[in-house]
């Protein structure tokens, strides 16, 4: 993961809808490479960076420390490895409390998909099964497939991957592995076959099956749930809260959270990428943003 190989998604959105102002500290749960983060700087936010991906990080601080020189508010940032899910913890140890805006980026990176090495993508069969946002520790996909029940498998492909032949690729799955251990992505994608023979419907199951394990690998809603939470507990009250989702799993648990009496919602619907976004990165598509602010008690 060399230079910067992603793009954010509604960077100039999110940043307006966080309302930087200089001097006031806020965190970005899901710094990736920094993009967002490093527009936080440049307004003279005070910035905590939080992420799960030790290596994007690296990238990220390379980025604040080189583009961070120009800029008057030089030093003004934090960057975290960790699990936004522990965000009131992480917050609380390095004394960003009652801070005026955090924002979640969720899901995968461009940089991520495209490293073959983290599995996180179908295009690159060779791959080891991994999909761990943190490397550093936690069962890969590859463990998870080749232990997981044909009921746990199911009810991962249909409810997280919202797959309609879940249980036919369960059973799949638990067939390839009686042969021989599911170890590399083309492992996977050999029992897919057997569902899905046909190519141009493949890659949509496949998609989603991705989808599946990688949530369940990450525990991506229950981290998200935690991390909401989390977020009020450190925001301070007119605070606000920022989150991107980019499927319908994240972006209902996001939207029932902001429907409570707590938070006081911006808009009604949440923002989507302009068609000129979408056409200069076409996996800004999918993108949800909403907004909330923390009622004053």
Request: glycine share 10%.
């Amino acid at each position: 993961m060399n230079g910067i190989p992603h793009t954010p998604v509604l960077i100039q959105e999110a940043i307006d809808a966080l309302n930087v102002t200089q001097g006031n500290t806020y965190i970005d749960a899901t710094t990736g490479a920094g993009g967002h983060g490093l527009e936080i700087v440049k307004r003279g936010g005070v910035l905590l960076g939080i992420d799960q991906d030790e290596k994007a990080l690296d990238i990220a601080r390379d980025r604040l420390e080189r583009e961070g020189n120009t800029l008057v508010s030089k030093g003004a940032w934090k960057l975290i490895h960790g699990n936004f899910r522990n965000i009131e913890t992480i917050a609380r140890e390095q004394k960003f409390i009652n801070v005026s805006g955090i924002l979640f980026d969720l899901g995968v990176s461009s940089m991520q998909l495209d490293t073959p090495e983290r599995g996180f993508s179908y295009r690159f069969t060779d791959a080891p099964l991994d999909m761990r946002l943190d490397q550093s520790g936690g069962d890969t996909a590859a463990q998870l497939v080749n232990r997981a029940g044909a009921e746990e498998l199911y009810d991962i492909f249909s409810t997280y991957g919202e797959e309609q032949l879940a249980r036919k690729l369960s059973d799949a799955v638990c067939r390839a592995r009686s042969v021989k251990p599911i170890v590399t992505v083309r492992d996977l994608i050999e029992a897919v076959k057997t569902v899905a023979p046909n190519e141009g419907a493949r890659y949509g199951i496949l998609s989603r099956v991705f989808q599946g394990l990688r949530i369940a690998v990450n525990d991506e809603l229950g981290s998200l749930r935690d991390g909401l939470k989390g977020a009020y507990n450190v925001l301070k009250p007119e605070g606000r809260l920022v989150v991107i989702s980019f499927h319908s799993l994240e972006d209902r648990i996001v939207k029932q959270y902001m429907r409570q009496d707590i938070w006081e919602s911006v808009s009604k619907h949440p923002v989507r990428p302009t068609e000129g976004e979408i056409n200069e990165n076409i996996r800004s598509r999918s993108a949800k943003m909403r907004v909330a602010v923390k009622k004053a008690v």
